[in-house]
């Protein structure tokens, strides 16, 4: 059984679009598993950018793609994402799990107030009803899509979270809703179901998370994070697959560390340098645009991701960015109380943090490789991935994975 469940090191936006999209030619199936429209994959193709929300970013390259139960929908923002992907690939095989819960317009005013009454102790969503979509469905008054069969129960439960939000809906809003639904009728299915079938038979799958393992809601920098399950251990529950389908674990960190909202950055950098890292590295959200607050590499923080996520293998992106930087630092470690402290933790920012520097290395392959090195060495993970441009096929390969 070939699997391979791919998840973000740091923050999110490490840039796992493009090495999913890279990835997703030697699978049959690509698996999405948590978030929802928060997240935008990108990957760049010839002259256009597709940024995928809602489906597998692997969409392109392998056989089948699969938005299972663990996702949470936005209707409208999904029937828009297939009308646009369908230029790229006209034949293509989507399958959406009929127990993923629907974002509403309701989700999305409650994210907002919700926002609003924090006042300074805000998180800084993405506003897209994330959280509370997941709030209803830990609440147990979500609206699934099974529930679209029967627009009577559809109606009840808009009623119900009408009720419990304190938020008026337009009786309308109901029928453009369905709408939405009829368009994407056609690719629900049982995708747990399915799943197991396919790997039983022999079928190879990538597994996607959305978002990084520091904003995960059980592991991340609480309260500043998203509301779904970011890390590997999110992978059993958002597909409804048992854990023996997953053995082999590929992290995504960014050469250097972003972060977008608020919450902790032990290494984050201010004034012109961060401006420069910034704009070398275009780092502003993929789905808000909001500019992304940038730092150093953050050892501490990628060993904890290591840990937490059973990686076996690692891919770095954004070097080619990183070498035009005139000013490399890496944080080795942390100190606290005059303590030294090799591993990131979420719930206390350390005093002190020990840095090493490194040369630019511009197009030298040569200070490249001990970049790359230095990090593999104080992680123990090969690093078999390496990102150096913009591009779809900007990937170096450094190593060979095995599946199985
Ligand atoms: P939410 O997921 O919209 O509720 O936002 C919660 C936190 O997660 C905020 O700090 C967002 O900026 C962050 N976040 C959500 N999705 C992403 C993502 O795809 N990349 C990076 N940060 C994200």
């Known amino acids: 059984m070939e699997t391979l469940t791919l998840v973000g090191c740091q923050f999110g936006d490490e840039g796992k679009g493009k090495i999913i999209d890279y990835l997703s030619k030697d699978f049959d199936i690509n698996v999405r598993f948590n978030g929802g429209e928060n997240a935008g994959h990108t990957v760049v193709v010839g002259d256009k950018t597709i940024k995928y929300h809602l489906v597998p970013a692997g969409f392109l390259g392998a056989k089948t793609v699969v938005i299972s139960n663990g996702v949470v929908i936005n209707l ?32 999305f005013k409650r994210d907002k107030y919700l926002e609003q009454l924090r006042g300074a102790g805000l998180i800084g969503t993405t506003l897209k009803g994330i959280g509370p979509a997941y709030e209803s469905k830990f609440g147990r008054y979500g609206i699934r899509l099974v529930d679209f069969r029967d627009v009577n129960r559809l109606k009840e439960n808009l009623d119900l979270l009408s009720k419990i939000y304190q938020i008026p809906y337009d009786e309308k809003y109901i029928d453009s809703l369905v709408q939405d639904y009829n368009q994407i009728k056609g690719y629900l299915f049982d995708t747990r179901s399915y799943l197991e079938t396919e790997l039983e038979a022999g079928k190879t799958a990538l597994f996607e998370a959305a978002q990084g393992t520091f904003i995960d809601v059980e592991s991340g920098t609480y309260p500043f994070v998203t509301s779904s399950h970011t890390t590997s251990g999110g992978v059993t529950v958002g597909t409804g697959l048992s854990p023996k ?73 954004k070097v080619d960015v990183l070498g035009k930087f005139d000013n490399i630092k890496v944080a080795v470690s942390y100190e606290s109380n005059g303590t030294e402290i090799k591993e990131f933790d979420p719930m206390h920012g350390p005093d002190r943090i020990n840095y090493e520097s490194f040369k630019p290395w511009g197009g030298s392959e040569g200070k490249l490789q001990d970049y790359v090195e230095f990090i593999q060495d104080e992680l123990g993970v090969p690093i078999v991935l390496i990102g150096v441009g913009e591009k779809r096929d900007a990937i170096e390969l450094n190593g060979k994975m095995v599946l199985t």
């Open 245 to 317: 389908y997953f053995s082999k674990f590929i992290g995504v960190a960014k050469a250097y560390t972003t972060r977008v909202g608020e919450g902790m950055f032990p290494t984050e950098i201010f004034g012109t340098d961060a401006d420069k890292l910034r704009k070398l590295g275009n780092e502003f959200g993929a789905t808000t645009g909001r500019p992304r607050r940038v730092g150093y590499l953050d050892i501490p923080m990628l060993r904890k991701a290591v840990k937490l996520n059973s990686l076996d293998y690692l891919a770095l992106t």
């Open 76 to 107: 409208r923002k999904l029937v828009e994402e297939i009308d646009f992907l369908k230029q790229f690939k006209g034949n293509f095989d989507l399958k959406i799990s009929e127990m993923a819960h629907v974002v509403t317009e309701l989700h």
